[in-house]
């Protein structure tokens, strides 16, 4: 008996016109009928997920920040939180300026960019949040960081990733949620991190616990799971670590999954033979 979902928000529990499914949403019901828990694990800020988890109703603590913030819906409890050691957000400031790179800073579950351009309009309308323009981030990323994103071509993000894991990668977890975003957070900021947590919270086993991703930043979550789902949509490396890939984001993935496992509706898909 599975005791605990997490589900991924973006790719995963969205479809691609970035809505909740009629069936999954009824899923979602059922399964919390039956006295699961269910929540999201995301790379969004608390702010964002929590329009989200208010649409389903949900009434538990939230992974947010990748996993750098646990924190409840409704009294806004912080249960678990992670900052990106100051050092290292220096460092990657005075790097990003060097190089020209769009960087997004998160303090206080505010959004933070240096000029309003369209980089930071197009992830306004992603996270449905808005934006502040700061006019000193040299001192305002020596505050604490809960997060910190930069923005650019998959190709340049790439390139620049190989640096900056050998500049501070010994402090802090660095991973893309879509191929243009690279997030810095805490080492022990993951989603991996967050489900331990949780599960210990909600006092129930990591067996118990399923989890559903599709990105390189859903990694650590989907191998720590008792059952780590990704979805049919999701990137190879995550199906190839996962334990079941499910149908897209598009197709109910996370519908069949519940129905397969926790109410026993459907059949389970037969998986590659290496799984």
């Known amino acids: 008996m599975y005791k605990l979902i997490l589900i991924d928000i973006d790719d995963t529990l969205l479809n691609d016109d970035r809505q909740i499914s009629a069936g999954t949403r009824e899923a979602l019901k059922q399964a919390m009928d039956k006295g699961v828990v269910v929540t999201l694990a995301t790379g969004r800020m608390y702010a964002s997920a929590k329009q989200i988890a208010g649409s389903l109703q949900l009434n538990v603590p939230l992974i947010t920040y990748q996993g750098s913030l646990v924190k409840t819906l409704l009294d806004e409890n912080v249960l678990y939180e992670r900052s990106v050691p100051a050092e290292s957000a220096v460092k ?77 990668g010994g402090d802090v977890h660095i991973t893309k949620s879509k191929p243009n975003f690279l997030e810095f957070v805490h080492k022990e900021g993951t989603k991996g991190d967050a489900l331990r947590f949780l599960a210990s919270h909600c006092g129930c086993q990591i067996e118990e616990t399923i989890a559903f991703g ?43 999954v519940i129905d397969a496992f926790i109410l026993g509706t459907a059949e389970k898909i037969a998986q590659p033979a290496q799984k």
């Not at 505050?143 to 894991?165: C, F, G, N, W, Y």
Request: glycine share 4%; charged share 25%.
């Open 92 to 168: 990657l400031y005075e790097y990003c300026k060097e190089h020209g790179l769009h960087l997004q800073l998160y303090h206080d579950d505010i959004l933070y960019v240096q000029e309003d351009n369209d980089k930071a309009k197009a992830y306004a309308d992603l996270s449905k949040i808005p934006y502040t323009v700061h006019p000193d981030f040299e001192q305002l990323v020596r505050q604490s960081m809960t997060k910190m994103l930069v923005i650019d071509e998959p190709e340049v993000l790439d390139r620049h990733a190989i640096v900056l894991k050998e500049l501070i």
């Open 214 to 256: 599709d990105s390189w930043n859903d990694m650590e979550m989907i191998t720590t799971a008792g059952l780590g789902v990704a979805m049919g949509n999701a990137v190879p490396a995550l199906k190839a670590a996962a334990d079941y890939v499910t149908l897209s984001n598009n197709d109910d993935g996370v519908k069949h």
